[in-house]
């Protein structure tokens, strides 16, 4: 059984979903298109397929990704992401900013595709239709679900 943040905080309890060792990782294979499970395991050196196949069940449980049986002997499935799986996306290219600041060695950057010049992150608010500088986090009054 896995341990859980009991914790009122969102970032505690989507760490109970994505926090696992290997899970944004594969994750972030099928966003890239590698979708079949020897695709993701070949992505990922030393991944075990013991591992993998538990997360890949793990995260259809959890509603982020979908499997569709495209060989029946053997049995092989196409993984994609839900909608609540691509909406991840946003956090690898923070992840990717992140470590373009702070990493020793970077691999990756993030980059306009039109002009290949580095982007950065920034908060739109829909309702005065303008960039916000200032965000805040605030809690939820009366709204809040019981943790799982």
């Known amino acids: 059984m896995r341990e ?3 914790l009122p905080c969102n970032i505690a309890q989507s760490l109970n979903i994505i926090g696992d060792r290997w899970t944004l990782l594969i ?4 966003l890239l298109g590698h979708n079949t499970f020897s ?3 070949k992505a990922l050196k030393g991944i075990s ?11 259809e449980e959890s509603g982020l990704i ?4 495209y060989s029946e002997h053997p049995p092989r499935y196409k993984y994609m992401l839900t909608e609540s799986g691509q909406d991840l996306e946003m956090v690898f290219n923070a992840l990717i900013l992140w470590g373009r600041r702070h990493l020793k060695k ?5 980059v306009h595709a039109s002009c ?5 992150i920034s908060y739109y608010c829909p309702h005065c239709k303008t960039n916000v500088e200032d965000p805040a986090v605030v809690e939820i009054e009366g709204d809040n679900k019981d943790i799982q």
């Open 66 to 69: 979908t499997s569709t049986l």
């Open 4 to 6: 859980k943040y009991d």
């Open 27 to 30: 994750i972030h294979e099928i």
């Open 106 to 110: 970077c691999y990756k950057k993030l």
């Open 49 to 59: 397929s013991n591992l993998l196949s538990d997360r890949l069940k793990y995260l």
């Open 39 to 41: 695709e993701i395991r």
């Open 116 to 120: 290949q010049h580095e982007v950065e």
